[in-house]
């Protein structure tokens, strides 16, 4: 429900209440009324207080005397017991001067009716919220008619007019838009296909990272072809009503081949496609599982060359039930992945077409972005914008992606942190040896800048190295280069201050882990041609190994850590042995660090060359 939903709700439940309160208080009276026992309104008839008896069939109800003539009224309720005469009660009451009135009393069938018709009233009320009826103007969303929790959830984009989305649009998955030029092709001429007895994939699904673009991609499908375009996510299929989500799946499949040719769209296909539980009678998952069944049923159900096309976007395909990649149902998969530099350019040019620049370098925002996806670009630009109206700038600039990469990469300014002029020192000269090292050996990537800012990640400094294009395998000595970078700023430390600080410990972290993958994934180590452990868990698309199996020796895993050593023992003598080389040129940087915070790759070549 909407926010707006909740609050209709919220004053229904509260009408509700007031009502029952004043409905109580008009039933109650004007008076105050309190119960006692027989003998304690007795015991105020015999002393005078009571002014005014009413005797029904089953209770007394005594009007207490007035002390003052605005003194509200006051009652004593008590039974009438079994065992007491009327003629003995009538003779008591005359004693006390104490009036003597009796009724008859009729039960009211009101508090039976209220009773009986609220609790109908509530549930209807909440069976229209669940359903989707409309109810509180609009409590069940989307506009919902009576008995609609079986009608399909989809947003329809009814052929270009609402979907204006094209491949120009999209950027950076070249090899992916081929595979689906061909999808393109046959919705706008199925009659070239079928003359030569043809027949497209029934399916496509987009596989790929988060924010790579599949439902952008799919988006563009359906506008380049001009036609309608369902759009619905896995998760709306499935409801807690049992078989909402098979009722849904059947509506929109009836709702498409009303207005073929088109594109059925299911995002997170995963979320309704999981792999069913296998022997369970009673499966926790039943309603999905019914959900999935019948979506195998209809893509099954339908003819291809009626021009439907079914398209699906996950970027977890390795719990997709194999159901639903067999051929028939989801034919063809393309993989649409993460950017590489020329595709990460091309990105940035598309979103850049929406803000004011002037004088970036995208090429070089490319380098700078390895990994960033689609979505992440996009962010890119639109930080780059905020920067720029920080400053009260006209153009976004250069310096303004500069800031806005730094911002998602490294955390917030820490403009306000105030430093020991020590502890400055020490980070000035630390990533001073990671910058110097990079400039020294032959394999690094090159330095693009260093600053001492720092940021709200907790990193006090960072260098900042810019690889020229993207690399898809690394030899032995690039990784060894790589370890002498990592050291390089501990290094410089203990070269000029005798001593370490935690400040590296991120550095040996990544050190220790390419060094051990060094040893045992790549085998380049005296251990020779071999890997050792098997890794555990989804790898696929990058995701991380949950686990990793352990099948060798207590020996060979002493052996492993010996080969671990020599390697960043190795890498750490070589960084010592250029720092101490160039002690100058490393006081020269860590100086000019000092005064200006920020250096960027021209002015640190100048001042190696310089030194």
């Excluded at 020590?422 to 990671?434: K, L, P």
Aim: hydrophobic share 45%; with cysteine; charged share 25%.
């Amino acid at each position: 429900m909407t926010r707006t939903a909740w609050i209709r709700l919220g004053l229904f439940l509260v009408a509700i209440a007031v009502t029952s309160a004043l409905w109580s208080r008009a039933l109650k009276g004007q008076s105050d009324t309190r119960d006692v026992s027989y003998s304690e309104l007795m015991a105020a008839v015999d002393d005078g207080s009571v002014v005014e008896m009413l005797v029904e069939s089953e209770r007394l109800i005594g009007s207490l005397k007035k002390r003052t003539p605005d003194e509200r009224e006051q009652k004593l309720v008590a039974s009438r017991l079994p065992g007491v005469d009327d003629r003995e009660l009538l003779e008591r009451l005359a004693k006390g001067g104490v009036k003597v009135a009796g009724r008859m009393e009729q039960s009211s069938i009101w508090p039976a009716v209220l009773s009986s018709i609220f609790p109908l009233v509530m549930l209807v009320f909440l069976f229209r919220a669940m359903s989707g009826m409309g109810g509180l103007g609009g409590l069940g969303g989307r506009g919902a008619k009576p008995m609609s929790f079986g009608k399909s959830q989809a947003k329809i984009f009814d052929r270009s007019a609402e979907n204006g989305t094209t491949f120009a649009d999209v950027a950076g998955v070249d090899e992916s838009k081929n595979e689906l030029i061909e999808v393109v092709n046959y919705l706008k001429d199925p009659e070239k296909y079928k003359a030569v007895g043809a027949r497209v994939p029934k399916g496509v699904l987009l596989v790929g990272p988060p924010g790579t673009g599949k439902t952008l991609l799919a988006r563009a499908v359906a506008g380049e072809s001009g036609v309608p375009f369902f759009s619905m996510s896995g998760s709306e299929f499935v409801e807690m009503f049992v078989g909402v989500g098979a009722s849904r799946v059947r509506d929109l499949f009836t709702q498409a081949k009303e207005r073929a040719p088109c594109i059925v769209f299911i995002d997170e296909l995963d979320a309704v496609g999981k792999t069913r539980a296998g022997g369970g009678v009673f499966a926790a998952n039943e309603e999905r599982e019914q959900t999935l069944n019948q979506l195998l049923v209809e893509m099954d159900g339908f003819d291809a060359s009626v021009g439907i096309v079914i398209m699906a976007a996950t970027n977890r395909p390795e719990v997709l039930d194999k159901a639903l990649l067999r051929a028939g149902r989801f034919d063809r998969q393309v993989l649409v992945d993460r950017p590489d530099v020329r595709g990460r350019e091309a990105i940035l040019a598309v979103h850049a077409k929406r803000i004011t620049m002037k004088d970036v370098d995208l090429k070089v925002l490319a380098q700078r972005t390895p990994g960033m996806v689609g979505a992440d670009l996009a962010n890119v630009v639109n930080e780059a914008a905020l920067a720029c109206a920080r400053r009260d700038g006209k153009t976004v600039e250069q310096r303004d992606f500069e800031e806005a990469i730094d911002r998602l990469q490294l955390g917030l300014r820490k403009d306000g942190r105030v430093m020991k002029e020590s502890e400055r020192r020490r980070v000035a000269w630390h990533e001073s040896g990671h910058a110097l090292v990079a400039l020294s050996v032959k394999h690094a990537d090159p330095v693009h800048r260093v600053t001492i800012i720092p940021r709200s990640i907790g990193a006090l400094g960072a260098t900042l190295q810019l690889p020229t294009e993207d690399r898809y395998l690394m030899t032995e000595e690039e990784l060894k280069d790589a370890l002498v970078v990592l050291l390089g700023g501990r290094t410089a430390e203990e070269l000029v201050f005798d001593s370490v600080s935690t400040g590296a410990q991120n550095d040996l972290e990544r050190a220790s882990e390419l060094a051990r993958q060094m040893v045992c994934r790549f085998g380049m180590s005296a251990l020779g041609a071999q890997t050792f452990g098997r890794p555990g868990g989804s790898q696929y698309l990058g995701g991380a190994v949950s686990f990793e199996e352990r099948n060798f020796s207590e020996a060979t895993a002493q052996a492993i850590d010996e080969q671990v050593h020599l390697l960043l023992d190795e890498a750490h003598q070589r960084a010592r042995a250029v720092l101490a080389e160039k002690r100058a040129v490393l006081d020269v940087i860590a100086n000019a660090l000092l005064e200006k915070e920020t250096l960027d790759r021209d002015v640190l070549e100048a001042l190696a060359r310089g030194a």
